[in-house]
């Protein structure tokens, strides 16, 4: 099976890490990783503004990136969610590109989507001891419907106990440009999250949206917190079993 990796900006910029685990974990499964260059951001950002010829410009070299690929995978359900969701709305009117957003929406998933559901692997071979939470984002739960594949990967890690996230549906105060334009809600919202992390006694906060694991951990780093942060992919890739 052949697989291409979709980055998305915040990884690509702030978390190579994150899509280095993401390749390692996929070819520990016999999976071959390609990465397109040609790829750049979803358009997101611009299409959640109203700037939606800006947002397609962004779509169309994403597109024309990925023709190629028989599966696209990603660290993230957000940007997912925008292929998945928005690509077919945004061009409705042009024919020729729908057909070639809905073939990209269609071979599109998130990472812990497409190890449960595509490859059947629920047990990716870990180890990690130590106490953590999980976030569960907005994007990915609610957009995806990705909720339980992350648990199960993680229930499945050597030496790791995952503690229940109370009110853990609710949104972390990142929503992209939310955090933004809204910065004084965000920051009450990423408090109230943090403060219920804390009570779960977990040294780790583990999350498979870099979004909300940026703006949770540079909160906790603020407040001078000693929470590690970690993407699942980094989590699953951090030790190998014997």
Same mark, same amino acid.
């Given at each position: 099976?052949?697989?291409?990796?979709?980055?998305?900006?915040?990884? %690509?910029?702030?978390?190579?890490?994150?899509?280095?685990?993401?390749?390692?974990?996929?070819?520990?499964?016999?999976?071959?990783?390609d +990465?397109?260059?040609g790829q750049t951001?979803?358009?997101?950002?611009a299409y959640n503004?109203?700037?939606?010829?800006?947002?397609k410009?962004?779509?169309?070299?994403?597109?024309?990136?990925?023709?190629?690929?028989?599966?696209?995978?990603?660290?993230?359900?957000?940007?997912?969610?925008m292929?998945?969701?928005?690509?077919?709305?945004m061009?409705?009117?042009?024919?020729?590109?729908v057909?070639?957003? %809905?073939r990209?929406?269609?071979?599109?998933?998130? +990472?812990?989507?497409?190890?449960?559901?595509?490859?059947?692997?629920t047990?990716?071979?870990?180890?990690?001891?130590?106490?953590?939470t999980?976030?569960?984002?907005?994007?990915?739960?609610?957009?995806?419907?990705?909720?339980?594949?992350?648990?199960?990967?993680?229930?499945?890690?050597?030496?790791l106990?995952?503690?229940?996230l109370?009110?853990?549906?609710?949104?972390?105060g990142?929503?992209g440009?939310?955090a933004?334009?809204?910065?004084?809600?965000?920051e009450?919202?990423?408090?109230?999250?943090?403060?219920?992390?804390?009570?779960?006694?977990a040294?780790?906060?583990?999350?498979?949206d870099?979004?909300?694991?940026?703006?949770?951990?540079?909160?906790?780093?603020?407040?001078?917190?000693?929470?590690?942060?970690?993407h699942?992919?980094?989590?699953?890739?951090?030790?190998?079993r014997?």
């Open positions: 099976m052949k697989v291409s990796l979709f980055i998305t900006c915040l990884s %690509d910029i702030f978390f190579p890490e994150v899509g280095k685990s993401v390749v390692e974990i996929l070819e520990r499964h016999g999976v071959e990783v +990465f397109p260059e951001c979803c358009g997101q950002p503004s109203g700037y939606v010829k800006d947002a410009k962004a779509a169309k070299q994403l597109i024309q990136a990925f023709s190629h690929s028989d599966y696209v995978v990603a660290p993230s359900g957000s940007c997912v969610s292929v998945r969701h928005y690509y077919k709305e061009f409705k009117d042009e024919e020729e590109w057909a070639k957003a %809905d990209l929406s269609q071979i599109t998933y998130e +990472f812990t989507e497409f190890l449960v559901n595509v490859l059947g692997i047990d990716a071979g870990a180890e990690l001891h130590g106490v953590a999980y976030h569960q984002s907005c994007h990915m739960s609610r957009g995806l419907g990705v909720r339980n594949e992350p648990m199960q990967l993680l229930s499945e890690v050597k030496g106990e995952v503690k229940e109370p009110y853990r549906q609710d949104c972390c990142f929503g440009t939310f933004a334009k809204m910065s004084e809600i965000s009450k919202m990423v408090d109230e999250k943090i403060k219920n992390i804390e009570s779960t006694g040294e780790v906060l583990i999350g498979a870099m979004g909300c694991l940026m703006n949770i951990g540079g909160r906790l780093r603020r407040q001078g917190k000693e929470i590690e942060v970690m699942i992919s980094e989590v699953l890739a951090k030790g190998k014997k």
